[in-house]
Structure formats: structure tokens, C-alpha cells
């Protein structure tokens, strides 16, 4: 089978987008033929590559995948209507470009957010008469309101609107998680044309190991508590910050900030204001070296806002902190992600805002009270047997082959 992937984001980007990047190549392992139609790379720093400036059409392979790189306004995460600008600028480039891949596709995949690539999709399937599946990496608008980075108005109301037409056109709809499907369902969509598709984790995460991380940083006899991955608005980063200075006075203690994104100036400016020697921020690093800070690492933190759309979140570095065997606090207790870490031994939750609660975890698995090294070794025994993503790139093969 010809498939034809479109996203806006993929590898060297950082993030989700290893998702497709690598069940692409295992489809490619098992006989399909795919393409990838992507936007020039510059997220979430908004910095494009020498190689790719004044292009409009870049083609190249990476890992042995035919790779088309279309023209996109380049944005970083700290500038939203730039980056809303550059999404359409993707979905305008990309519809141009196809006319330029050659022969017959039978599928088109197309992955969401932002809502502008399916949009995107969809137009290219009918072009090239393919089937057209969309991926729902995460819920728009709906997402965007609850998390607060639109308001409701007649451009939301707009956005409802595209994707319901998507959903009904859709030959097939694959999400990331459960609470997806079900919304899915519930908005009367039949779950014969809705798959749960999860992201899993590669073989990197399983089997890593933390390669003098703490050595090469200074964190070599320290307790550390990492958050690693965007620092963005959906997540109540202060929190970790304000548990750090009810904790400065616990001397081995320290926390630690893998990634950037919006909300980076303002967590350093807060740190700088308490004065607090106990906060590092490690900045953007390789994706190669992600397991290894994961696994130097004496706790792992990921929390989301307390709202709906949260609660049916299963974000992709859930697998990676799980699979790494290190205990892990989630400020989002109820939920799709707290029940997993339930399924794989227990979960240790806080309110995503309460401090308190967060200071109170990591004293309990500093001193032993609460056996993280039981909870991370279950924790990683369920992503290996479970949740690898050559287990879930099986399953979305038998999605394509189903249509």
C-alpha cells in the first residue's frame, strides 16, 4: 500500500511527533510505500535551519522515509497567533506541494493538532482519491478553551464546526487514547470508525540508562525531582516551582527542568525571585538524551490543569516516564493517565495547584515511606509488556490493512 503521512510536526522537532516517526518506519519494515508531507522544522524554538531558509519545498529521507518538507511562517511556542499564522501558511504550502508527489496514493493519514493538517488532509485524499484516516492527538477546540488558550467565539464555534465535517468524512478515525474514543462516541460518531491507537514508547526509553547525566550536571549526590518536556500553558509548572521553596531548606533535594516553551521566562523569573539555588533548567537537549535524564532521575512530575479534557489525556511522555522505572507524581488525579499508573502498581497524584500535597510525595519517596523503586519497576514492567510502540505500530497496521 502507497501511504501518504501529513503532520506539521516531525523528527528533528521534538515531542509527540516521534510518534508517527517511528510507526512510519515500521509500516515502511512491512511492505508499505510511505511518504511524509511535513513543514519546514522549527518548533517549538521557531528557529528554521540554514538548509531550509527560503524554501518552499525541501525533499530528503531521513531513516530511510521519502521526506517532503513544505514551506510554514516559522513560530515558537511564546508567540500563539504567529504560530496560528504559520498554520495555515502549512495548510496552504501543503495542498501546492502535493500536486508534486507523483503516481497514485491509496491512503492519506493525516494527525491533529492543529486542525489545519487534516484540513490539509482531507483536500490531498480527495485529490489523490485515497482513503482518509484522521489522527487525534488531542481534542480542538475543545482542548484550547478548557485549557484557556482560546476563548469561546465565532473562531472556535468555526473550528467545531471543521472538525465535525472531518469526523463524518473520515473513512476511519484513530485517537491516542480512550477518553477520545469515547467523546467520539458521544458526539455520535459509530465505533465501528473510531481505534485506539496509542503512542507506546521505543526501545530507547525501555532499555535506557542515565549515560553520567548527573555527573556531567553537578547532580551527582542530589535527590532529583524532574519535569521534563514543554513548558507550556496547559501545565501548572508554578506549582513545582512553589515546592521547591517550601523545600529549599532539604539540602539534597533538586528539581529539575528538561525543555522549553512559553512558560520558561516566567518559571526563571520566578525562581530568581525566591532566590533558589535548588532549581535548574537544563534548556532544550537532544532527543537521544531525554532517557538518560529520565533515568538519573529520583522522581518524575507531570501534571496537567484540572479540566475536562485532562482527565481523557494520556500525554506521550507518560510511557517514556514509565518506561525509564522511576517513580512519578502526576498532578492529575482523576483520569485516563493516573488509572494507568493504578493498572501498573499505583499511583501517587496531587491537585495540579497544591504544593503542599507535591512536598509531601517526594519527602515520602525520599525517606522510604512510599517504595518508588517498587512503583518504578512496576511502572516500567507494564510499558514493556504492555505499551511498547512496536505492540501499538501492530495495531495501527491492522487499521490500514482493515481498510
Not at 519497576?377 to 495501527?396: C, L, P, T, V
Request: aromatic share 10%.
Amino acid at each position: 500500500m502507497r501511504i501518504l503521512i501529513i503532520t506539521q510536526y516531525f523528527p528533528p522537532e521534538r515531542g509527540a511527533v516521534r510518534r508517527l516517526f517511528e510507526f512510519a518506519k515500521i509500516f515502511q519494515e512491512h511492505g508499505h510505500q510511505v511518504t511524509i508531507l511535513t513543514a519546514m522544522p522549527n518548533y517549538p524554538d521557531g528557529i528554521l535551519p540554514e538548509r531550509y531558509k527560503g524554501k518552499f519545498l525541501v525533499r530528503e529521507k531521513l531513516d530511510g522515509l521519502d521526506v517532503l518538507r513544505s514551506y510554514v511562517l516559522p513560530a515558537s511556542n511564546a508567540h500563539p497567533r504567529r504560530r496560528m499564522v504559520g498554520f495555515i501558511t502549512f495548510l496552504i504550502s501543503s495542498v501546492i506541494n502535493s500536486f508534486r508527489l507523483k503516481g497514485k496514493f491509496d491512503l492519506v493519514i493525516a494527525s491533529s493538532p492543529p486542525v489545519t493538517t487534516p484540513v490539509a488532509g482531507y483536500l490531498i485524499s480527495r485529490l489523490k482519491r485515497a482513503r482518509f484516516v484522521l489522527e487525534l492527538r488531542d481534542l480542538q477546540p475543545e482542548s484550547g478553551v478548557q485549557f484557556g488558550n482560546l476563548d469561546e467565539s465565532l473562531f472556535t464555534k468555526s473550528i467545531r464546526r471543521v472538525m465535525s465535517f472531518l469526523y463524518k468524512r473520515a473513512d476511519k478515525i484513530v485517537s491516542v487514547t480512550d477518553g477520545i474514543s469515547e467523546f467520539l462516541h458521544e458526539y455520535g460518531i459509530s465505533p465501528k470508525r473510531v481505534v485506539t491507537v496509542k503512542s507506546g514508547v521505543g526501545e530507547d526509553f525501555i532499555f535506557g540508562h542515565s549515560n553520567g547525566v548527573r555527573k556531567r550536571f553537578g547532580w551527582k549526590d542530589k535527590f532529583l525531582v524532574t519535569y521534563s518536556g514543554t513548558l507550556g500553558l496547559v501545565r501548572p509548572l508554578e506549582t513545582i516551582i512553589e515546592t521547591a521553596k517550601k523545600l529549599a531548606h532539604e539540602k539534597d533535594i533538586h528539581f529539575v527542568f528538561v525543555g522549553d516553551g512559553q512558560k520558561k521566562a516566567e518559571l526563571e523569573e520566578l525562581t530568581e525571585r525566591y532566590k533558589l539555588a535548588n532549581v535548574s533548567f537544563a534548556g532544550i537537549q537532544p532527543l537521544d538524551d531525554i532517557p538518560f535524564f529520565l533515568r538519573a532521575s529520583d522522581v518524575l512530575v507531570e501534571c496537567l490543569k484540572d479540566v475536562d479534557v485532562a482527565r481523557m489525556a494520556v500525554p506521550s511522555k507518560m510511557f517514556e516516564y514509565m518506561a525509564s522505572g522511576r517513580p512519578i507524581i502526576l498532578g492529575c488525579p482523576d483520569g485516563e493517565a493516573s488509572a494507568m499508573l493504578d493498572s501498573a502498581g499505583g499511583a501517587l497524584t496531587y491537585e495540579s495547584c497544591d504544593s503542599d500535597a507535591l512536598s509531601e510525595l517526594i519527602l515520602r519517596l525520599r525517606s522510604g515511606k512510599i517504595d518508588g523503586d517498587r512503583l518504578g519497576q512496576g511502572y516500567h514492567e507494564y510499558i514493556r509488556d504492555n505499551h511498547s510502540r512496536n505492540r501499538w505500530a501492530s495495531r495501527y497496521l491492522e487499521v490500514i490493512d482493515e481498510l
